[in-house]
């Protein structure tokens, strides 16, 4: 089946560094999304990519879809308290024959910010 | 715009009591809804998905249930919940490829 490997799995960093975290797919997504969920809370879309070499800025965010369309990044630049939480990535296989297309998620990238 | 809703928040139940958790979608016709489960704040799973009224996948074979029983309600249940029901409970609607979450509710089974 679809395996969609994340990482770092987590990160430790000083306010005001930037943050990167990745996504690596077996196969070929047509979509990638990444979410950032708070403490308790359900995941909140921050970036959708739909087009491989893709490149998506939100803010401090940018996000980009691989061109070999089985990756994608997240980087964000300056990083400050409120951005501690769960990130997570998902990618839509063309190929899954379920729920019009399974998004996959990723496991995950903690992220701690020290004030 | 459309919104999703999602209750209870947390819920402390017993070993072999039966559950419910509702969710419910405003804002938009037919939408595609799904059940994740997230165990210890990682990992999605999915658990059932639905693409219309009373039309129900399972992506896994376990102790809960759904149902739709309107467009834009969706109900997770079971019968007699065991203690690896724990965790946190997740209900999405998706709008093409995009998937939009409810609050969750953290379930605990004691």
């Known amino acids: 089946g679809q395996q969609l490997n994340q990482s770092p799995q987590s990160m430790f960093i000083q306010e005001g560094e930037d943050v990167s975290m990745n996504c690596t797919s077996s196969?070929?997504?047509?979509?990638w999304l990444w979410y950032k969920q708070d403490p308790g809370e359900g995941p909140v879309l921050l970036i959708a990519?739909?087009?491989?070499?893709e490149l998506t800025s939100n803010g401090r965010l940018t996000a980009q879809f691989g061109i070999t369309r089985k990756d994608s990044f997240l980087n964000i630049s300056a990083s400050i308290p409120s951005d501690v939480g769960i990130y997570f990535c998902?990618?839509?296989?063309?190929?899954?024959?379920?729920?019009?297309?399974?998004?996959?998620f990723g496991k995950g990238t903690k992220l701690s910010v020290k004030p | 715009s459309q919104t999703i809703h999602q209750w209870p928040a947390t819920l402390v139940q017993p070993v072999g009591s039966p559950l419910s958790l509702e969710c419910t979608v405003e804002?938009?016709?037919?939408?595609?809804l799904y059940w994740y489960r997230q165990a210890a704040g990682r990992g999605l799973q999915l658990l059932f998905y639905?693409?219309?009224?009373?039309?129900i996948s399972s992506e896994v074979p376990q102790n809960l249930s759904a149902s739709r029983p309107q467009d834009r309600q969706f109900i997770l249940s079971s019968k007699k919940l065991l203690l690896s029901d724990s965790g946190f409970y997740l209900c999405a609607w998706r709008q093409n490829t995009e998937a939009f979450f409810g609050q969750g509710t953290r379930l605990t089974v004691v």
């Open positions: 998902a990618g839509q296989d063309p190929n899954y024959g379920g729920s019009q297309g399974n998004l996959i």
């Open positions: 804002g938009t016709s037919n939408p595609n």
């Open positions: 639905s693409v219309g009224i009373g039309q």
């Open positions: 196969s070929i997504f047509n979509t």
């Open positions: 990519l739909y087009k491989a070499g």
